[in-house]
């Protein structure tokens, strides 16, 4: 009977239990706002400027979109959508995912615009549900670096996952030799290595380290893979100014996906 009643140690305990579930729960919440905070000033950007990140699409995937069969494209972090609408007038059916509501609507606008369908859905990527084997292309440009490392590794894992058989994959983001690396080492607090988080942004800022980026898709086929240094006019305050880059783009091959199936078996 007396089992029943709690002894003042066991009050003590369960109490401490609860009040660990109801911090964590808080730290769950605003971990979740701190990864949203990056929103707010993009949405300020997007709303301030016409067009922020210009509307020309990477040249290197202009390049290689012939080998590319025509289907399924999803873009990660679309922005206003200058890869996605020239994937959408390349006649893919294309779905693009920004946190950023003004960004779909831009990215939406500017489709109409040009009398093209697309799909625009405001959510985070690691929010998004990934279908297997379900495009024919997925792009990345310059999104993956708002994450932490091991949410690039997650979406990374889901790209894989998610490719049909015979598709490509584009990536572009920011490596160690982007000169915002360095003012990130002086000026913000590191997480770890090469991972750093900026208060002024609420969000993380994650720097591929040579060939990581090339390493993360070595069962593919890799078609090309460069580290370069480029000129960036598309948007910016001062003018134009360099970036530090790892492109990828790269084939999908059967033993991949069934690797990518052994790696992620329980
Ligand atoms: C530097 S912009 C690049 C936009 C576009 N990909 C381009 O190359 O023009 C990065 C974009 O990623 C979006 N973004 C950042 N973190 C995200 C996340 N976790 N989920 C969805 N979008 C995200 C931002 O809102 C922003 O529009």
């Not at 990864?35 to 016409?50: A, D, L, N, Q, V």
């Not at 490509?168 to 913000?188: C, G, H, W």
């Not at 720097?207 to 593919?220: I, S």
């Amino acid at each position: 009977m007396h089992d029943a009643v709690l002894s003042p140690t066991q009050f003590t305990e369960i109490s401490w239990q609860e009040i660990h579930n109801a911090l964590f729960t808080t730290m769950r919440i605003a971990i979740n706002s701190v990864r949203y905070g990056c929103t707010e000033i993009f949405e300020r950007r997007y709303s301030e400027e016409e067009c922020l990140w210009g509307l020309s699409p990477s040249p290197l995937l202009i390049k290689k979109i012939e080998e590319v069969p025509v289907g399924k494209a999803l873009d990660l972090g679309v922005g206003e959508g200058r890869n996605a609408l020239f994937l959408a007038l390349k006649g893919f059916h294309v779905t693009g995912i920004d946190v950023s509501p003004k960004s779909i609507e831009k990215f939406l606008d500017l489709a109409k615009e040009r009398g093209l369908t697309v799909e625009g859905l405001v959510m985070d990527i690691l929010d998004f549900k990934f279908s297997p084997d379900a495009y024919n292309l997925i792009v990345a440009a310059n999104t993956l670096h708002f994450l932490k490392k091991e949410e690039v590794y997650e979406i990374t894992s889901n790209i894989i996952r998610s490719i049909a058989p015979g598709g490509y994959v584009y990536i572009e983001d920011f490596t160690v030799n982007d000169p915002s690396y360095q003012n990130a080492k002086k000026k913000l607090e590191q997480i770890e290595e090469n991972m750093f988080y900026s208060l002024k942004r609420s969000s993380y800022l994650y720097f591929f380290p040579h060939n990581e980026l090339k390493e993360m898709f070595k069962d593919f086929e890799i078609k090309v893979y460069k580290e370069e240094i480029i000129i960036d006019t598309g948007h910016g305050e001062s003018g134009p100014h360099e970036h530090g880059v790892a492109v990828l783009f790269a084939k999908i091959v059967d033993d991949a996906r069934m690797k990518q199936k052994l790696t992620s078996e329980p």
